[in-house]
């Protein structure tokens, strides 16, 4: 970031826990539906392991509209607290984020970024943000949440959407084919499915995914998933790896963890 070569790089680190032996992945999967409902969550069972996804966060959305065109939106979240003890609390914490210079800069950026991304397959003058920065409330968290949506090109297919927009700015940073190769480097594990995309694709040309975050994978009755943010020039070390263990909250507690050890 200070040589130039980046604005932001979205690093992660990888987490892993032993299940118990009478712990199931259903289990896992129903505590948290339960405890922490979120809009884009998925179960599927792989042939080599289990996947549990609680994502708030959309990626991609495409539908059709009154003149049958294809409206896609994308919603990157940027901008993280914890929820309080209390309302006093979660009235300062939600006020702090909303304020915040840093967490605005780091959202408009992804922003920038899939302007861009959904440009290059979308109509001329189609792309708008129809939301910035808009705070959003879960059970352990606040986010700071944005919507990019433009008219798809008719002759553009989904996978050439993709193609173009894959993956998702908020988890790689910017410019993002450079944010990706400075993450190669440093980061010690490949994601895997974590941080991708989990959703659907319809016979109509519509389509909804996920940015896999707070998602699990269980094989071999170990449980992992990545946990991260984005890291910008004025980032205080500290407080971005604590933001890091805030996302992982929900993950944790839903496998019976009470003590971290890094």
Known sequence: IAA??????????????????????EQIFLRLRREHPAPHAAFIRRRTDTVISISPERFLRVLRDERDQRLVEAWPIKGTRP?????????????????SAKDRAENVMIVDLLRNDLGRVCRYG??????????????????????VRGTLRDEVTAGELLRASFPCGSITGAP??????????????????????????????????????????IRDALARFCVGGGIVADSDPALEYEESLVKARALLRALGVTELKI
């Open 4 to 25: 130039g070569d980046i604005y932001q790089a979205n690093l992660t680190q990888q987490l892993s826990c032993a299940l118990p032996q009478d712990l199931e992945a």
């Open 83 to 99: 929820r309080g003890a209390d309302q006093a609390a979660d009235a300062r914490l939600r006020a702090e984020l909303l304020s």
């Open 126 to 147: 189609s792309v708008e943000v129809a939301a910035l920065c808009e705070l959003e409330e879960h059970p352990t968290l606040f986010h700071l949440v944005s919507r």
């Open 176 to 217: 993002k084919i450079r944010a990706m190769e400075i993450i190669d480097e440093v980061e010690t594990v490949p994601r895997g499915l974590s941080m991708g995309a989990i959703g659907y694709f319809a016979f109509d040309g519509t389509l909804d995914l996920s940015v896999a975050i707070r998602t699990m994978t």
